[in-house]
RNA sequence: GGAGAGGUUCCCGAGUGGUCAAAGGGAACAGACUGUAAAUCUGUCGGCGGACGCCUUCGAAGGUUCAAAUCCUUCCCUCUCCA
């Protein structure tokens, strides 16, 4: 077959190609004509942070591009607005359009660390939208029945179960599906929880007598949880812009059993290694050092082979050995002594008064690695002191 | 338009005049333990002051009462059934 290697490219990593056949007949198409494959990707810039979750789908338009096809993202500017309603229980509350604006430029700071600039077509959903007449709007919707988006789970299990299902947001998926054919999309690209609104813009396409779109799913990446899927208000996530410390970190506090999951979905180790490692996994070496060295992979992604190296150092330090990490504020004090109540809010190590006389008595402060017993304990400031609370809340005091 | 049900602390969810800062669960935080920021167990979980107390909170605004999340009035919002 003229495609092996580009299918093999194309298939790692993805849960479902929807429909599978048609693809090699894009390819096909592509190759003979030249012209390349539009690889549409949305995003509904309703927050600012990207996390590695969202990244595999925009992996895989990298590697897209890489095969020489063209990515296109959707800034959904309209669609945020809205908030996606599938797989969600609940309704957002809508954006203003600048904060769209503004979360939208942050967004594509942080999706070109890892996309092709050059390969790369940004499209605002308001180009489109933005001409539309209440006939368009009337026609599109024509196309659908209300049956047809009952019959979708997410609607459905809201609708049944009392939740407030917004006629706007029922327009979620149409508008998506519109934005292929505003686009000319030849594949989209999403998680699988996506499948619905990606194959509305199919039948968008159809309706408008073009080509049909294929859908490539990619797997939902679990959160650090092991739980839930990966997502901001979970707050599960390892994000784009979280600092080598902290990636490294929230990704040794997956669990065990994700590993290899981690592996595939969130790193760019080829097949060959990640069933390497799965055999080493499985022959019962210590799961630490394999997860240590998955954290090494996703900081190197993003921030290189030397801070993997440092955060793993750190990591090591802190929490193996119990050292104080390398880069905690710093508080100067004038003062010559003070009560120790008044440092912990003062550094903001605790946020109230109650938090600071709780951790205390729950023995969780100590100054120098001297566990603080009391409350009225008055603190003699000199030269430089290390201030802790917890496992992770560190200050160092300096006298001024 | 008609008839019912409901809006409680970060989330879910009990509570129908004082004993309610408000059960229970989840999340979160802390302690012990651990290879780990995993799991497990224990504890904490509105704010201020050493408990007693005070302040803020139960959709919003008023009102009744010595006293309200609980009663009344108006308003806002949600759901169900009927049309």
């Known amino acids: 077959m003229a495609f092996d290697k580009e299918m093999q490219i194309i298939l790692k990593g993805v849960e479902e190609i929807v429909p599978k056949e048609e693809l090699l007949k894009k390819l096909e198409k592509s190759e003979k004509t030249g012209k390349p494959l539009r690889i549409k990707y949305g995003i509904d810039p309703t927050g600012s942070e990207v996390h590695i979750g969202h990244l595999v789908p925009i992996r895989k338009m990298r590697e897209f591009q890489d095969l020489g096809h063209i990515g296109v993202i959707i800034i959904g500017d309209f669609t945020a607005q809205i908030g996606d309603p599938t797989g969600k229980d609940e309704s957002r509350p809508p954006l203003t359009a600048d904060q769209v604006n503004a979360n939208a430029e942050r967004y594509m700071e942080q999706l070109y660390t890892v996309l092709d600039p050059e390969k790369t077509e940004v499209r605002w959903q308001s180009e489109w939208f933005g001409k539309m007449g209440l006939d368009d709007v009337l026609k599109m919707l024509g196309k659908f029945t209300l049956a047809q988006f009952l019959a979708h789970d997410t609607f459905r299990r809201r609708y049944e179960s009392g939740t407030p299902l917004g006629m706007h947001e029922i327009m979620y998926p149409v508008l998506q599906g519109y934005d292929s054919v505003a686009i000319d999309a030849d ?119 030397e801070e993997a190296k440092k955060a793993e150092e750190e990591f090591n330090a802190v929490f193996s050995q119990g050292k104080i990490p390398t880069d905690i504020p710093e508080f100067t004090f004038t ?21 600071a006389r709780r951790m205390i008595k729950q023995g969780a402060v100590s100054l120098d690695g001297n566990k603080i017993a009391s409350k009225d304990e008055i603190i003699k400031l000199e030269g430089e002191m290390i201030l802790k609370v917890g496992k992770r809340r560190f200050a160092k005091l300096i006298k001024g």
């Open 187 to 305: 594949i989209e690209l999403g998680a699988t929880e996506q499948k619905f609104n990606i194959l509305t813009g199919r039948d968008m396409q159809r309706y408008f007598g073009m080509e049909e779109q294929i859908a490539v799913l990619s797997p939902i990446l679990m959160g650090t949880d092991g739980v839930n899927k990966m997502s901001k208000s979970l707050n599960n996530y390892i994000a784009v812009f979280d600092t080598p410390k902290d990636k490294y970190g929230k990704t040794m506090s997956i669990p065990d059993d994700l590993i290899i999951n981690y592996f595939n979905y969130a790193t760019l180790l080829s097949v060959e290694e990640i069933q390497a490692i799965d055999a080493e996994l499985k022959s019962g070496s210590n799961p630490k050092f394999i997860k240590q060295r998955l954290a090494r992979e996703i900081v190197k992604m993003y921030h290189g082979e």
């Open 335 to 355: 003062e010559n002594e003070m009560d120790i109540l008044s440092l912990l809010s003062e550094t903001e190590l605790c946020t109230s008064g109650g938090e």
